[in-house]
Nanobody
Framework: QVYLVESGGGLVQPGGSLRLSCVVS????????MGWYRQAPGKQRELVAD???????NYADSVKGRFTISRDNAKNTVYLQMNSLIPEDTATYFC????????????????WGQGAQVTVSS
C-alpha cells in the first residue's frame, strides 16, 4: 500500500498565504513526478503545479508568480507555497504522485491524496 497525506489547508483572507504539504509513505520503490491539482465546486479538477524528481517545475498560468512547488526527495514530500491568495483559489487541493510500488516494480501509476480544503475569503 502507498499513502499520500496532505496537510496545511484552511481559511485565509485575500492576499494571505498558506503552505500545503504532502507526505508519501508505504511500499515505495520510486517516486517520479509529484504535483498538486485542485477542484472547485462545479468545476473539473485542474493541474496547479508539478515537479519532476530532478526539480523541473510546471505551473498553471493562473498561479504563476504566486505559487511555488518544491519537494524533498529524502522525505518523500512535496510542498506548495501559496502567496497572494485570491478568492478564485478556493478549492480542494489534491496531491498527486507517480509512484512505482514495491509490490509491482514493473509499473508506475498515479496515486492521490485525500484532499485539503483551501478557502480564501474575507
Amino acid at each position: 500500500q502507498v499513502y499520500l497525506v496532505e496537510s496545511g489547508g484552511g481559511l485565509v483572507q485575500p492576499g494571505g498565504s498558506l503552505r500545503l504539504s504532502c507526505v508519501v509513505s508505504g511500499m515505495i520503490y520510486s517516486i517520479n513526478t509529484m504535483g498538486w491539482y485542485r477542484q472547485a465546486p462545479g468545476k473539473q479538477r485542474e493541474l496547479v503545479a508539478d515537479i519532476t524528481r530532478g526539480g523541473n517545475t510546471n505551473y498553471a498560468d493562473s498561479v504563476k508568480g504566486r505559487f511555488t512547488i518544491s519537494r524533498d526527495n529524502a522525505k518523500n514530500t512535496v510542498y506548495l507555497q501559496m502567496n497572494s491568495l485570491i478568492p478564485e483559489d478556493t478549492a480542494t487541493y489534491f496531491c498527486n504522485a507517480q509512484i512505482t510500488s514495491l509490490d509491482d516494480i514493473m509499473h508506475m501509476r498515479d496515486y492521490w491524496g485525500q484532499g485539503a480544503q483551501v478557502t480564501v475569503s474575507s
